[in-house]
């Protein structure tokens, strides 16, 4: 835990914003990796928010940044329910909002408009319910 505060201190400013994840090496054998996302700024409840899906698209974005740059890769990732806890997220918002963010993640857009940017929005509302 020293390590991931000495990192957000570092480069965070103190302060990691929901909707930003970083990967840090863990030094265990079975689970070298661990991508830190939160999502929320401090305890509290986030079910009417899109910070699930923020923090999912994130963790995905840093993991996929990770094997562009590392040699060591990461071949599996495991996720619990986002927001599910302390931020009182439903199992089902918060498991609508990680499968969209996968959706999107794994079909990249090639060229960016006004119109997908609306669509996408419409999509993942304000905790992903349409």
């Known amino acids: 835990m ?18 930003t994840s970083f990967i840090i090496e863990t030094e265990h054998p079975k689970h070298p990796f661990l991508a830190h996302t939160p999502t929320m700024r401090v305890p509290m409840a986030i079910s009417q928010t899109d910070n699930v899906y ?3 698209y994130s963790m995905l974005l840093a993991v996929w940044h990770h094997n562009q740059q590392k040699e060591r890769k990461i071949i599996t990732v495991a996720c619990p329910g986002l927001g599910t806890m302390t931020g009182k997220m439903p199992f089902e918002r918060a498991a609508k909002q990680m499968a969209l963010a996968y959706k999107n993640f794994i079909n990249p857009l090639d060229k960016m408009n006004w119109a997908y940017a609306i669509a996408r929005q419409k999509a993942i509302g304000a905790g992903g319910d349409k």
Do not use: L, T
Not at 2 to 19: A, H, L, S, T
């Open 54 to 56: 923020r923090a999912m």
């Open 2 to 19: 020293d390590r991931v505060q000495e990192y957000i201190i570092k480069n965070y400013r103190g302060e990691q914003p929901v909707g």
